[in-house]
């Protein structure tokens, strides 16, 4: 999932994403620091980890996508994270992010089981694991949570993760949650 506006769906086709979501206190912290910060999608993406990017899709195709996502997690085991520290992908994009500092391997590996089969996709830029906390805002903005972030830190245990579905209002939605090692809702 992304800040980036993206244009709506066409018929019978709707946008998903599939991301990590960042627990309590952490997510609240993060989604206040990158509406402080500026960023106008930052109360319509829950505060994540991406798994796979936004991605068009048929909506007769969901049901396909939910059993690959559900044997991919099946695959896997509960992983810790720690976030620690800030980064950016200056000057490329206008990004500043929490990092990924434990977990990087093993949200590399979900990434691909999640990223293959039905949704196997070429990516715009190398996999990187990172919680955004501020996204085309003024370079000011960029600057401040840089600097500000560069202490942050948090260390939770990721029990698995989820499909999203961006509405009409460009509000991100989970559909269903899959955890580690089994199937649930």
Same mark, same amino acid.
């Given at each position: 999932?992304?800040?980036?506006?993206?244009?709506?769906?066409?018929?019978?086709?709707?946008?998903?994403?599939?991301?990590?979501?960042?627990?309590?206190?952490?997510?609240?912290?993060?989604?206040?620091?990158?509406?402080?910060?500026?960023?106008?999608?930052?109360?319509?993406?829950?505060?994540?980890?991406?798994?796979? =990017? =936004?991605?068009?899709?048929?909506?007769?195709?969901?049901? &396909?996508?939910?059993?690959?996502?559900?044997?991919?997690?099946?695959?896997?085991?509960?992983? &810790?994270?720690?976030?620690?520290?800030?980064?950016?992908?200056?000057?490329?994009?206008?990004?500043?992010?929490?990092?990924?500092?434990?977990?990087?391997?093993?949200? &590399?590996?979900?990434? +691909?089981?999640?990223?293959?089969?039905?949704?196997?996709?070429?990516?715009?830029?190398?996999?990187?694991?990172?919680?955004?906390?501020?996204?085309?805002?003024?370079?000011?903005?960029?600057?401040?949570?840089?600097?500000?972030?560069?202490?942050?830190? +948090?260390?939770?245990?990721?029990?698995?993760?989820?499909?999203?579905?961006?509405?009409?209002?460009?509000?991100?939605?989970?559909?269903?949650?899959?955890?580690?090692?089994?199937?649930?809702?």
């Amino acid at each position: 999932m992304t800040s980036s506006p993206m244009p709506a769906a066409g018929p019978g086709r709707t946008v998903i994403g599939v991301s990590v979501a960042v627990p309590e206190p952490w997510a609240a912290e993060i989604q206040d620091a990158r509406a402080g910060y500026g960023d106008p999608l930052a109360r319509a993406i829950p505060t994540h980890i991406t798994l796979l =990017p =936004p991605t068009e899709v048929a909506v007769d195709a969901l049901g &396909r996508i939910e059993e690959h996502l559900a044997a991919a997690a099946a695959g896997h085991r509960p992983f &810790r994270v720690l976030l620690h520290g800030s980064g950016s992908f200056r000057p490329i994009s206008p990004v500043v992010y929490v990092r990924v500092e434990d977990g990087v391997r093993e949200c &590399r590996e979900v990434e +691909a089981s999640v990223r293959s089969g039905v949704l196997a996709r070429e990516l715009n830029f190398p996999y990187h694991p990172h919680v955004t906390v501020a996204h085309g805002v003024e370079p000011s903005a960029l600057d401040k949570a840089l600097a500000e972030l560069r202490g942050y830190r +948090a260390d939770f245990t990721v029990p698995g993760f989820s499909l999203y579905r961006r509405g009409a209002d460009g509000v991100w939605r989970p559909l269903r949650r899959f955890r580690f090692g089994s199937v649930s809702r």
